[in-house]
């Protein structure tokens, strides 16, 4: 255990080094510490230890629930107060859609749950589409619905996703091993790898499940650490470079 997080952090203070790379020592050594036993919730724990700052980002983010830069703090005054009318009066559909146009997702979301379950769906749906796919809260929505979350097929190499923070999202909020959350983790894990990020993809592979395989097996996810079977011949390579962790 002691080895694996001197590893990681060294590589860490490289600097350079792939975070993935960095998130395979520390992964080996908590499941030193836990005998073999992790949960969900450990490894979103390790995933989200240095992502701070972009957690904390992407949560001022929705706080403003994507609300219209051009809606200002007076307009939404009046929107709150055209929503009581619409409440005074019985009409809880359009001071539902008062709510969503200005914004004020708190309160439509309120409203929403005292209708019928279809248009309280309706709403929900509305609102996380008013997210960005980047978001975490968008691929709560979406596991929730049982919908493979946006990002898990967002090119990570144009910015478009944070890999880090949706994995933890969908682990912290799995069920079992037959949970679907695990295909949709498969799905990241492909896309990770097409974008060139090995170590991550290997991650990602080993929290869904996937068992390492031998190098020859080109239709394997995973066989070895660190090395992307299905793009090498790594039978002809020398014994030192099959263990591209060290």
Not at 3 to 15: E, H, I, P, S, T
Not at 33 to 41: H, L, R, Y
Not at 69 to 74: G, Y
Not at 196 to 202: D, E, I, L, N, P
Request: aromatic share 6%; with cysteine.
């Amino acid at each position: 255990m002691s080895y694996c997080k001197k590893q990681a952090n060294l590589l860490r203070k490289d600097g350079s080094c792939d975070e993935g790379k960095i998130l395979l020592w520390e992964l080996l050594s908590l499941m030193c510490k836990q005998n073999g036993v992790v949960i969900g919730t450990d490894v979103a724990e390790l995933l989200l230890a240095d992502q701070e700052t972009s957690v904390s980002e992407s949560s001022s983010h929705v706080t403003g629930y994507e609300e219209e830069p051009s809606v200002t703090e007076e307009e939404k005054k009046d929107a709150v107060n055209k929503i009581r009318e619409c409440l005074f009066e019985g009409q809880r559909k359009e001071a539902l859609e008062v709510g969503v146009r200005y914004g004020l997702w708190e309160i439509a979301l309120m409203i929403g749950s005292t209708l019928s379950n279809d248009i309280m769906s309706d709403t929900m749906q509305r609102f996380s589409n008013s997210l960005h796919n980047d978001d975490p809260l968008k691929s709560f929505h979406q596991l929730i619905s049982h919908v493979e979350p946006t990002a898990c097929s967002a090119d990570p190499t144009q910015g478009a996703s944070n890999w880090r923070t949706h994995l933890a999202m969908i682990l912290s909020n799995q069920s079992d091993r037959y949970d679907p959350n695990f295909n949709y983790v498969l799905t990241l894990a492909n896309t990770l790898a097409a974008s060139g990020k090995v170590y991550a993809s290997h991650f990602a592979c080993l929290m869904a499940g996937s068992k390492l395989t031998s190098v020859v097996d080109k239709t394997s996810p995973i066989a070895l650490l660190g090395l992307d079977h299905t793009k090498e011949d790594l039978v002809q390579l020398p014994y030192s470079a099959l263990i591209p962790l060290l």
